[in-house]
């Protein structure tokens, strides 16, 4: 049964069988978005059926600590968010949004603006008291997302070359939820 359901997009928990679907829309995802900001030989090689396994393990036995959500549109998988448990320490009761990604097929299309609605419904829910996520600085597409949905800027940043080689920069957003 879907989460939510417009004219043409349902938004449903994402299940064991969309695994490749979910990574099929990262690579993409990633591979349009991120030209500017990672190697070209890194984005290349993504895989969208790397680590498959994991997640259909984890999409078997969802929670609090990892809960991914799909879209659908016209019986096609669209996008999806990954939220769950910080992958880093904090001090209180906070969700991580580990990933937001929308097909490049259905950019500008208001997707993303759902998926986050959906997002930070869900977070509430689960009874976070916010809701962090990282972004590459320079991604303002993305932060014009976060901010239009209430997201402010922390001030954190950081940087790693550890995923693709080429350092990349982050900033933090975050959203109070209570």
Not at 12 to 23: F, M, N, P, T, V
Not at 40 to 60: G, N, V
Not at 149 to 171: A, D, I, N, Q
Request: include cysteine; charged fraction near 15%.
């Amino acid at each position: 049964m879907p989460l939510t359901q417009t004219c043409t997009t349902i938004i449903r928990q994402a299940k064991a069988s969309d695994a490749l679907a979910i990574g099929q829309i990262r690579v993409a995802a990633w591979q349009a978005a991120y030209a500017a900001f990672m190697p070209a030989d890194f984005l290349a090689a993504l895989d969208p059926a790397a680590h498959i396994e994991s997640l259909q393990s984890k999409l078997s036995a969802p929670s609090r600590d990892f809960y991914l959500v799909m879209t659908d549109q016209h019986n096609q998988a669209t996008g999806f968010y990954l939220l769950g448990k910080p992958r880093f320490e904090t001090a209180d009761n906070s969700a991580e949004l580990w990933a937001l990604n929308v097909a490049p097929s259905a950019w500008r299309s208001g997707l993303g603006f759902e998926l986050m609605q959906d997002a930070i419904t869900k977070a509430t829910h689960f009874a976070y008291q916010r809701i962090l996520l990282w972004c590459i600085s320079e991604n303002h597409a993305a932060r014009g997302l976060y901010e239009r949905c209430g997201f402010k800027y922390t001030g954190e940043t950081r940087s790693s070359s550890t995923l693709t080689g080429h350092p990349l920069h982050e900033v933090c957003y975050e959203l109070c939820l209570s």
